[in-house]
């Protein structure tokens, strides 16, 4: 079974300029997460989708970040524009269900460096 | 918002030795997970823990989840190099009028294990 795919693996760029991330989830999994990995941190969850609805967006900043998973599979990360504290590890997981018991399986994450 | 304090945040110990992690909160959970994760690579989910009191063995790997559901702990025996990671907890919430649960982090504990 493929795992969760992210890409690009790593990404440079400048302040006030834009960036977005992708994700392709594991199959048959309603529920996709964006996840800001800050090093040294725990993950902090930015945004969740139950197939292509919100149903937490409560810690993403709206001002700067979008997310967006048309026809519930893929879904796009998108930062316009790009401060410096942004600078972290964007970890994409899926999970089948929205349970506590059930298991988010994450993908390796981009690495941002803003400069 | 809700916070998970790990302790210690980082242990550096010689193989063979024992040690407890611990993940505390003023909040109660629905259920509790810890995640081991690898650099560059996403978190892996090691266990699930539901009910209050509950323990869980993983050959060397023993998880607690607290009586009031508020913490959890993590505790290696005979440490080996290859325990050598990030190790997250996780604490489940509901999302009110949806009906799916949340993860909110720990702040993480990166052990160390030297031969």
């Not at chain 1, 997310?67 to 942004?86: M, N, Y």
């Not at chain 2, 994760?37 to 823990?49: I, S």
């Amino acid at each position: 079974e493929a795992g969760v795919a992210q890409s690009p693996r790593y990404k440079i760029i400048e302040k006030r300029q834009s960036v977005a991330f992708w994700c392709n989830p594991i199959s048959g999994h309603a529920t996709l997460y964006w996840y800001q990995q800050i090093l040294g941190q725990g993950p902090k969850l930015l945004i969740q989708f139950q197939n292509n609805g919100v149903v937490d967006d409560s810690q993403l900043p709206k001002d700067r970040f979008s997310a967006e998973r048309l026809k519930g599979v893929d879904s796009t990360l998108k930062i316009q524009p790009a401060k410096l504290e942004d600078s972290a590890v964007y970890l994409c997981a899926s999970s089948f269900l929205a349970e506590g018991t059930d298991t988010q399986y994450f993908g390796p994450g981009t690495r941002l460096t803003v400069l | 918002t809700q916070l998970l304090e790990q302790s210690p945040q980082f242990l550096s110990i010689q193989e063979g030795e024992n040690l407890t992690v611990y993940c505390n909160s003023s909040s109660v959970f629905s259920s509790l997970q810890w995640y081991r994760q690898e650099p560059g690579e996403g978190p892996v989910l090691l266990v699930t823990v539901v009910t209050g009191g509950e323990v869980k063995k993983l050959k060397r790997l023993t998880f607690q989840f607290g009586d009031a559901r508020k913490d959890s702990s993590l505790h290696i025996t005979a440490a080996q190099p290859g325990d050598t990671g990030l190790y997250l907890c996780a604490g489940a919430s509901y999302i009110s009028n949806f009906g799916n649960e949340k993860l909110t982090f720990g702040t993480g504990t990166r052990l160390t294990i030297i031969p």
